[in-house]
T-cell receptor, first 113, second 113 residues
Framework: SQQGEEDPQALSIQEGENATMNCSYKTSINNLQWYRQNSGRGLVHLILIRSNEREKHSGRLRVTLDTSKKSSSLLITASRAADTASYFCATDTFYNQGGKLIFGQGTELSVKP | DAGVTQSPTHLIKTRGQQVTLRCSPISGHKSVSWYQQVLGQGPQFIFQYYEKEERGRGNFPDRFSARQFPNYSSELNVNALLLGDSALYLC????????????FGPGTRLTVT
């Protein structure tokens, strides 16, 4: 079963705009990670945020985590056509650190040039 | 450094047949996890192996089995294939001493006809 849900399921924006994706999960977590997947290929790790962190930045990526609401958001600033991909959040629990990741269903992002 | 490699890239099998998928982790990584990704959904956890021992198993039938070899490579076996087993099978490796991120291979696309 899926741990969480991403919102929206699909997002279409113009190059240069910001893209925001949200993820909600059901159970207490240890860490939350975001991954990108291009055209049904392997997943690329983007960023990890620990349960005791509230915000993290990496280049054009900004991730927030609200454990009280069991939700996270991924912001991609100044988007590029190359950012077109599916984005997944994944959580692990205190009992499955580094092993079992539980993924959401993903947000499909389309960035138009 | 080579990333996670998987073979074969694509595979077509008939219902009732058996299939073996292979994965080589990043050099130095001792943990391998397997995921199944059905079209349009997020990956679902199947197995995790660490130091050749099974550390976790997802909600999959006994037709699914795996093992890890002394060189930390891994095989996923699926017996008595069903149409519903058609999916992208992803392998990920990680090293607990180097963080909790998992590094994914390109996947094996299995089609069952």
């Amino acid at each position: 079963s899926q741990q969480g849900e991403e919102d929206p399921q699909a997002l279409s924006i113009q190059e240069g705009e910001n893209a925001t994706m949200n993820c909600s999960y059901k159970t207490s977590i240890n860490n939350l990670q975001w991954y990108r997947q291009n055209s049904g290929r392997g997943l690329v790790h983007l960023i990890l945020i620990r349960s005791n962190e509230r915000e993290k930045h990496s280049g054009r990526l900004r991730v927030t985590l609200d454990t009280s609401k069991k939700s996270s958001s991924l912001l991609i600033t100044a988007s590029r056509a190359a950012d077109t991909a599916s984005y997944f959040c994944a959580t692990d629990t205190f009992y499955n650190q580094g092993g079992k990741l539980i993924f959401g269903q993903g947000t499909e992002l389309s960035v138009k040039p | 450094d080579a990333g996670v490699t998987q073979s074969p890239t694509h595979l077509i099998k008939t219902r009732g047949q058996q299939v073996t998928l292979r994965c080589s982790p990043i050099s130095g990584h001792k943990s391998v996890s397997w995921y199944q990704q059905v079209l349009g959904q997020g990956p679902q956890f199947i197995f995790q192996y660490y130091e050749k021992e099974e550390r976790g198993r997802g909600n999959f039938p006994d037709r699914f089995s795996a093992r890890q070899f002394p060189n930390y490579s891994s095989e996923l076996n699926v017996n008595a294939l069903l149409l519903g087993d058609s999916a992208l099978y992803l392998c990920a490796s990680s090293s607990p001493g180097q963080g909790l991120e998992q590094y994914f291979g390109p996947g094996t696309r299995l089609t069952v006809t």
